[in-house]
């Protein structure tokens, strides 16, 4: 078993990303839960670095793979380190999320959140409502790949998805008030969806022609009244 494993080797052997060419990121997570006190290190000898020299880091133990591996899972979750911290250690704390994960399981269509079959995703729920003890028994892993490399710095998966839903909800409106021909409510609807969105800017630009339209025709119309 290896016995000095740096930072960046543990997500490597544990997820297969080079952190320094894939995701920088994530090395900075790891390091923010050393920084928490969830991850135990060693330090000796030293190292070159640009600006100086610096004592090399290692896992305390090879048994903190365990703890690498379970809380950049959870951190897939809750961006929060130390809300992972406390779901480690409270009982109460693990069930929450595991009934706020459950939740949350309807709503996971992001092809971007890359999710393997669902039944990975069911046994972490399960897993999640028991007594494990988190520091020696690794959570099922539901990820083909982690959702940190593409969600970004700031934000968890459960975030991410009832973002995501409140973005459907707002765009089934905004059809149906174009079904309608509701413009003024569809503008309204389609203001706070982000271009970002696939067909958001050609339906805002179609709602800014039609009220444009109407405009002009009732200016024609206002016209016609005052011969």
Do not use: C
């Not at 135990?40 to 690498?68: C, I, M, N, W």
């Amino acid at each position: 078993m290896h016995t000095e494993i740096t930072m960046p080797y543990a997500v490597e052997l544990l997820f297969g990303i080079k952190v320094s060419k894939e995701s920088p990121f994530l090395k900075d997570k790891v390091n923010s839960f050393v920084r928490n006190g969830l991850i135990k290190t060693r330090k000796e000898g030293f190292k070159e670095e640009g600006d100086g020299r610096r004592q090399k880091v290692y896992l305390a133990s090879p048994e903190q793979l365990h703890v690498v591996y379970n809380a950049l899972i959870l951190n897939a979750f809750y961006h929060d380190t130390n809300q992972v911290k406390n779901i480690f250690n409270d009982a109460s704390a693990r069930k929450i999320a595991a009934s706020e994960i459950e939740s949350a399981m309807g709503l996971v269509s992001n092809v971007a959140i890359k999710l393997s079959q669902s039944a990975r995703l069911t046994e972490l729920v399960n897993v999640l409502k028991t007594d494990i003890d988190l520091y020696s028994i690794r959570l099922p892993n539901p990820f083909k790949q982690l959702p940190q490399l593409s969600l970004g710095k700031n934000t968890g998966l459960l975030q991410a998805l009832l973002v995501q839903a409140s973005t459907l909800s707002t765009l089934d409106s905004a059809i149906g008030a174009l079904m309608r021909k509701d413009w003024l409510a569809a503008k309204q609807l389609t203001e706070s969806l982000s271009n970002d969105v696939p067909g958001i800017l050609e339906m805002k630009e179609l709602i800014e022609k039609e009220i444009k339209s109407a405009q002009d025709f009732d200016d024609t119309l206002d016209i016609m009244r005052n011969f």
